[in-house]
């Protein structure tokens, strides 16, 4: 499991052992347990296991689905979704995104789309997964999460199993359209760290009380019990979503979980926006696209 301290970084190989041995024991079955074969014939014939499905590590079309950091929200203006910065799909050369990195310059734009949407929570996946669908994509990324957590209050945040059936959702629709279509997807960020690098910034804290993450970021500078304890509330509702995220990625051979990869990662002010330090920077959104690019191409899933 995915836990603090000590994440998980169990993959999709473990599901495909298990089909592999699964398969095989049938095979052994075929002919009826250890009855002998037809006489005069030799071993009795054993069909073949079922071939794991092997993961394309150089996809030739992408949609993102997911929330305002795939949209590129305020990377490059205020308060603005600015799409050319996103990391899954972006053309902005400081950024150089999963797509531009898979597929050339060229190939990305003709061949990504951006179905995320900025505010959107892991109920709305769902339908972005529809939408990415009529594209028939080889690969779709997945970031959400986050707005399930930064809600008005603590009380208002999504729950654990309401946020796993939205998925197992999103999922389906996904597979109910395009059986072989490859998943990324991506952990939550550490909501908690983004807290603390970005409360050293007056701005931001003062853009902060326009409604960003009020859960996680309201009252920034109050250290008393009350508010260290909304924070940790927080910040383990975030650690239950990537555990959600990543055992029912590890339930399909054609998802890869980055392992905890984002939610781990030490984002310092560089990859924060100047304009609200809090979504990722240009900088911050050429990091998570450097994160994707290395687990999709990878020869083997995070562990």
Request: aromatic content about 6%; overall charge positive.
């Amino acid at each position: 499991m995915w836990k603090r301290g000590h994440r998980s970084r169990t993959v999709v190989t473990t599901a495909a052992a298990v089909l592999l041995g699964v398969a095989g024991w049938a095979a052994c079955d075929a002919s009826g347990g250890n009855a002998p074969g037809p006489q005069g014939s030799s071993t009795p014939s054993k069909p073949s296991p079922k071939p794991t499905p092997t993961w394309d590590r150089s996809p030739r079309s992408l949609a993102a689905v997911g929330d305002s950091i795939t949209r590129g929200f305020d990377a490059c203006s205020v308060l603005a979704d600015c799409p050319e910065s996103s990391w899954a799909t972006g053309s902005d050369a400081q950024v150089n995104s999963l797509a531009v990195r898979l597929l050339g310059k060229a190939g990305a734009a003709r061949r990504s789309w951006n179905y995320a949407v900025s505010g959107s929570r892991m109920a709305d996946l769902p339908g972005q997964m529809a939408q990415a669908a009529t594209r028939k994509p080889e690969l779709v990324t997945v970031m959400a999460g986050a707005n399930d957590a930064c809600r008005a209050s603590v009380s208002a945040m999504t729950s654990v199993s309401d946020f796993r059936a939205q998925f197992e959702d999103a999922m389906t629709t996904l597979r109910e359209a395009l059986p072989k279509t490859q998943v990324y997807v991506s952990s939550v960020p550490d909501l908690k760290r983004l807290w603390s690098q970005g409360r050293t910034n007056e701005l931001g804290k003062q853009i902060w009380k326009l409604g960003i993450c009020p859960s996680m970021l309201a009252d920034a500078d109050a250290l008393d019990s009350a508010a260290t304890l909304r924070r940790d509330t927080v910040q383990d509702r975030v650690e239950a979503y990537n555990e959600v995220l990543e055992e029912v990625c590890k339930k399909d051979l054609r998802c890869r979980f980055d392992g905890g990869a984002v939610f781990d990662f030490r984002f310092g002010t560089a990859q924060l926006s100047p304009w609200d330090w809090f979504h990722p920077s240009k900088n911050g959104q050429a990091r998570l696209a450097e994160m994707a690019y290395r687990a999709v191409t990878a020869t083997k899933p995070s562990d």
